[in-house]
């Protein structure tokens, strides 16, 4: 049985994507299946998605970073439209909202169209980020679950949670369990941006659970209260 009635997934291009290449088919149909069946758990689910698999930043110190962050953004759409396909043949209905006017690919996100597609059922995919530069995706995910009165974030990584240094580079790294937002904020821990942390905090957001989404099925046992990873909350 669930623990949440609403989610605001936060999903990374990565999640998508083989070791070379920017899709991988196979991986892709195991993340629709693993969202169709959080909807099955009666979930209500909004993916914020991200585009790492397709564009990582600026070519060069020179590049307007404005014009690289819009790149990331439309980057966003296309993960969000190949969700959504695979999302389909999977048997679960899906919209795509974009924070950007695209209406021949996408709908323009607005809270309550979003609203009115998961309360009849449908994986909402948000894309686009928040529309603006200099916000990343962590931060476009805190502003979708304040709006959405979501009941938490699901941020999946490549670890098992948060720690309080940078595990890939230290050894000694601890995990953290449980973490309050503003904690969090004072230590100055990166899985997640300030803005993202201050947000939920300042929009009571309950909780952020962040772990590892290897393997995948790791958001479902998540979703039914199992006790991955950290939770960062109020």
């Not at 997934?9 to 990565?14: A, F, M, V, W, Y």
């Not at 209905?93 to 449908?122: I, K, P």
């Not at 931060?139 to 670890?159: H, I, M, P």
Request: aromatic share 6%; net charge negative; charged share 25%.
């Amino acid at each position: 049985m669930a623990k949440y009635r609403r989610i605001v997934l936060k999903l990374s291009g990565e999640s998508l994507a083989a070791e070379r290449g920017a899709f991988d088919e196979a991986r892709i149909l195991e993340v629709a299946r693993n969202i169709a069946a959080l909807s099955q758990m009666g979930v209500e689910t909004a993916v914020v998605m991200g585009g790492g698999n397709i564009w990582r930043g600026r070519f060069s110190e020179q590049m307007d970073p404005v014009s690289a962050d819009q790149m990331g953004m439309l980057a966003t759409v296309i993960n969000a439209l190949a969700v959504q396909e695979a999302l389909r043949r999977v048997g679960q209905s899906a919209s795509v909202f974009t924070a950007q006017e695209m209406n021949r690919f996408a709908a323009l996100y607005t809270r309550d169209a979003a609203d009115a597609a998961l309360r009849a059922g449908e994986v909402a995919l948000l894309a686009g980020g928040t529309g603006n530069p200099f916000f990343t995706t962590d931060t476009g995910a805190a502003l979708r679950a304040a709006e959405l009165r979501a009941d938490a974030v699901f941020k999946g990584t490549t670890v098992d949670g948060v720690y309080d240094a940078d595990p890939h580079k230290n050894p000694d790294a601890r995990l953290i369990r449980e973490i309050s937002y503003r904690e969090a904020i004072e230590r100055g821990l990166k899985v997640m941006d300030i803005s993202a942390f201050t947000l939920c905090m300042e929009r009571h957001v309950p909780e952020i659970r962040v772990f590892s989404m290897n393997p995948l099925a790791n958001i479902l046992r998540v979703a039914e209260g199992e006790a991955l990873g950290t939770v960062v909350h109020e």
